[in-house]
């Protein structure tokens, strides 16, 4: 039987580990005796019993920016006019190359917007988010190794059988976490 923390429980359920306390309280979860541990089994049957969670509507699409509509702002247009009226009359670009470098940047912008509608680029919020969970997922793993081997490993007094049920738990551990 694998034991889990009420974190790693959260994460299971995709609830917050609160939740799993007010589960505990109203008895739909229940604690192995003589620990603060959940069974893992228990808690994946509670998640069979859960109702699926909405599905989360379609992000509208973003308004393509000024730039990319053709207009621009007051004060970037007042920018690039005194950007221009700096250079000598010989380094001033010509109409046509002003208007297609215009042209390539408005493209480009239209282009990354297209990007993120698709989903080929992910926020930054979103990366940090799912980089936390990662990270703390594989904190609670770790941390559960002890409280799997302790009583085991108290009887060993062979170093090298103590060195391969370690290197066995976490290698199972982490191989928990990499199949998902």
Known sequence: M????????????????????????DGALREVPGTKMLS??????????????????EPKPAKASALARGKIPAAIRQQAKA????????????YQTSRERR???TAEQVKLLVD????????????K???????????????????????????EADPAAVH???????IGALGQLADG
């Open 83 to 94: 950007n221009v009226d700096a250079l000598p009359d010989d380094q001033i670009p010509d």
């Open 40 to 57: 893992q089994e228990a808690v994946q049957a509670y998640r069979r019993t859960m109702p699926p969670k909405p599905a989360l509507s």
């Open 116 to 127: 993120q509608q698709r989903g080929a680029l992910v926020p930054l919020e979103q990366v």
């Open 129 to 155: 988010r799912d980089a936390f969970a990662l990270a703390k997922a594989v904190r609670e793993a770790l941390l559960n190794v002890p409280d799997r081997v302790a009583n085991q490993l108290a009887g």
């Open 164 to 170: 391969q049920l370690l290197s066995d738990e976490l």
């Open 103 to 105: 042209e390539h940047y």
């Open 2 to 25: 694998d034991l889990i923390r009420k974190g790693v429980a959260a994460d299971i359920l995709g609830v917050t580990p609160a939740r799993v306390s007010q589960l505990l309280r």
